[in-house]
């Protein structure tokens, strides 16, 4: 599945499509596996025979042995819960002895985390519905110019300049918004130290690190986090992370060229699930959805939140594959539609009367959108077993077909559980 050099492999709905279970099986054939952008807002579950691993920095690719895996540069990464990540997937056995952090890659703080719940609060009914993990106050802090780097931590002068020139401002916005009280310097570089000692290690140049790579021939996968739809620019603003999940961001967040990416492959669900608020036209808010929710286990791997379900929708795929433009899709979690008299199959919408083929850019006009549904029929058998397209009902068949058609993407991977066996090529 990764022939080509270079492959960028990415949520192609709201996150929680099934990436990190996709980049371990596509991990095999890579030499090189790299995360490009977000946090530990992100989580991926992968299920290893009786073992589970749930990654949230880390790339998927850590539970291959003899694979690099880099943090790159477009990430946002919090030292405490990137070592204890670390701490717990070396306590099962796994090595990081080919970890690589990007050295600017820019920090989490504590103050981060504080900022992000304090927002929250106070927008109350109209909150975002954020993990509230300090992501998006670290993206706006490094837009604003006022961010810490990894590499910053390394030099003491570098560190104490960092944190006086933007604790300056944010002790300003945490006193007179939200009448909290202010963030000490020398309690933050007193935090960090014996973090930064453990870290400094595995922080290195990862631009230089992947141009060597590349030019090695080695073959680079590159994992997303969150999904298309969560992107800042492309996403349902306002309702979006604070990185680039799509496409765009890879080279962004790793220092590649869009002329060195080869294949771009878009993982969707069978169906649709999205986390926290915002506009969600499939919506099942219903025994439907319930029972996506309770046979799919739609529960968020970071934050243990139930997942809000719905019917698979065409014009929101059609989007992904354009604004990506997705060389192939991979199609997750086809088991738990089994046991269905029908199938809901969102073809397009009415807009006031006008149909549409994709999401209108005006995010407060979704809650006028009408989906039209195509039924599809349903199948009984137990899919957990299959291992082969050929072994698949007819009428599973038809629906990922139907898919196909719709968004004009040829689908190369289906999933019908969490095991790495039950997946299989088309």
Known sequence: MTQHQTTVLLGAQWGDEGKGRVTDLMAEEADVIVRFSGGHNAGHSIHVGLEKFALHLIPSGILHPEKRNVLASGMVISPEALLKEMDAL?????????????????????????????????????????????????????????????????????????????????????????????????????????????????????????????????????????????????????????????????????????????????????????????????????????????????????????????????????????????????ITKLDVLSGMQTIGLCTHYLLDGERLELPPPCIEQWDRLEPVYEEIPGWEEDLSAVRRFADLPEAAKDYLHRIEQSVGIPISLVSVGPERAQAFRL
């Open 90 to 330: 070396e306590a099962r056995g796994l090595s990081m002895g080919r970890l690589y952090v990007s050295a600017r890659a820019h920090v989490i703080m504590p103050y981060h985390a504080l900022l992000d719940r304090l927002e929250e609060e106070r927008q109350g009914a109209e909150q975002i519905g954020t993990t509230l993990k300090g992501i998006g106050p670290a993206y706006t802090d490094k837009v604003a110019r006022r961010g810490l780097r990894m590499i910053d931590m390394l030099y003491e002068d570098v560190l104490k300049k960092r944190l006086d020139g933007g604790l300056a401002y944010t002790n300003k916005i945490l006193q007179g918004v939200y009448g909290a009280p202010p963030v000490d310097v020398d309690e933050m570089i007193a935090y960090l130290q014996p973090l930064v000692r453990r870290l400094a290690p595995y922080i290195t140049d990862t631009e230089a690190l992947l141009h060597a790579r590349y030019r090695a021939g080695d073959r680079i996968l590159f994992e997303g986090a969150q999904g298309t739809l969560l992107d800042l620019d492309v996403g349902t603003y306002p309702f979006v992370t604070s990185s680039y999940p799509s496409a765009g961001g890879v080279c962004l967040g790793s220092g590649l060229g869009p002329s060195q990416i080869d294949a771009v492959i878009g993982v969707a669900k069978a169906y649709i699930t999205r986390v926290g608020g915002g506009p969600f036209p499939t919506e099942q808010d219903n025994a439907i959805g319930e029972r996506l929710r309770s046979l799919g286990h739609e529960y968020g791997v970071t934050t243990g939140r139930a997942r809000r379900c719905g019917w698979m929708d065409l014009p929101l795929l059609r989007f992904a594959a354009q604004v990506n433009g997705l060389t192939g899709l991979v």
